[in-house]
């Protein structure tokens, strides 16, 4: 599991005004203050694994979003992109990200991509119920 990556005072505001924005459903709001985050992170060349995790965090935003859309391909495509930063609910790259529980998030939002992706999708699981 990765080492901690220590944050500077405003990327901690960035992370909680993004968990604050996710976890009240507005998740392009937490998008952006992810990338703010994602682009200090950068700037600080960071390791790479948390410049990773923070755009997962943003990608499952993304996600949500498409799925509040009913867009199977963008969620879909945005699953691929988050697992592949964030890793599995079966096997998550992270335990903890700052104070972010990954497995959790990776399990509570697997089932938006098995609705969206069924023969026939409800479209009826509320994104809301996901929360950092």
Not at 8 to 21: A, K, M, P, Y
Not at 65 to 83: A, D, P
Not at 90 to 117: G, M, R
């Amino acid at each position: 599991m990765a080492v901690k990556c220590p944050l500077s005072q405003q990327e901690q505001r960035w992370l909680d005004g993004g968990i604050t924005e996710f976890n009240t459903g507005r998740y392009w709001h937490a998008h952006e203050d992810w990338e703010e985050m994602w682009k200090s992170l950068k700037a600080r060349e960071v390791e790479q694994q948390y410049i990773l995790g923070i755009q997962g965090l943003i990608q499952t935003t993304a996600l949500l979003l498409q799925y509040e859309r009913h867009k199977t391909k963008g969620i879909v495509k945005m699953w691929s992109k988050l697992t592949n930063k964030l890793g599995t609910p079966e096997s998550p790259l992270f335990e903890n990200l700052w104070c972010v529980d990954i497995p959790k998030v990776l399990q509570d939002v697997h089932p938006f991509l098995i609705d969206a992706t069924a023969d026939e999708p409800t479209w009826c699981l509320n994104p809301n119920t996901v929360l950092i």
